[in-house]
Nanobody, 122 residues
C-alpha cells in the first residue's frame, strides 16, 4: 500500500523559510516521478515542483523558481521541498504526489498525501 505523509508546514512571516517533508512507503521511491502541488483557498491545485530521478529532470513553476528546491533522501525514502523567501501568495495546502507514468509536468498523478498547511503572513 502506497503511503505519502507530508510534514513541516506551519506559519511563517514573509521572507522566511520552511522545509516540507514527504515520507514515502510502499513505493519504489527512486523509480518514479515525484512532485509537490499546492492548493490555495478558492484556487485550483497547481504543480509547484516535480522531479524524475532517472535523468534528473526537474520542473519548477515560474512562481517559485529560484526560491524553492525539490530534493530527496534515498536512505529515508523522503522527498523534500525547501522553500525560501516565502511570500503571502505561497499560502496553500501543499501535497506530495507520485505517479506511474514517466512525464513529470503533465498527466495525472496516482498517489497523494494528505497535505500540510503553509501560511505566510505579511
Amino acid at each position: 500500500q502506497v503511503q505519502l505523509v507530508e510534514s513541516g508546514g506551519g506559519l511563517v512571516q514573509a521572507g522566511g523559510s520552511l522545509r516540507l517533508s514527504c515520507a514515502v512507503s510502499g513505493w519504489t521511491f527512486s523509480s518514479y516521478p515525484m512532485a509537490w502541488f499546492r492548493q490555495a483557498p478558492g484556487k485550483e491545485r497547481e504543480l509547484v515542483a516535480a522531479v524524475r530521478w532517472s535523468d534528473a529532470t526537474i520542473y519548477y513553476a515560474d512562481s517559485v523558481k529560484g526560491r524553492f528546491t525539490i530534493s530527496r533522501d534515498n536512505a529515508k525514502n523522503t522527498l523534500y521541498l525547501q522553500m525560501n523567501s516565502l511570500k503571502p501568495e505561497d499560502t496553500a495546502v501543499y501535497y506530495c504526489a507520485t505517479k506511474t507514468g514517466p512525464t513529470i509536468a503533465t498527466g495525472a498523478y496516482n498517489y497523494w498525501g494528505q497535505g500540510t498547511q503553509v501560511t505566510v503572513s505579511s
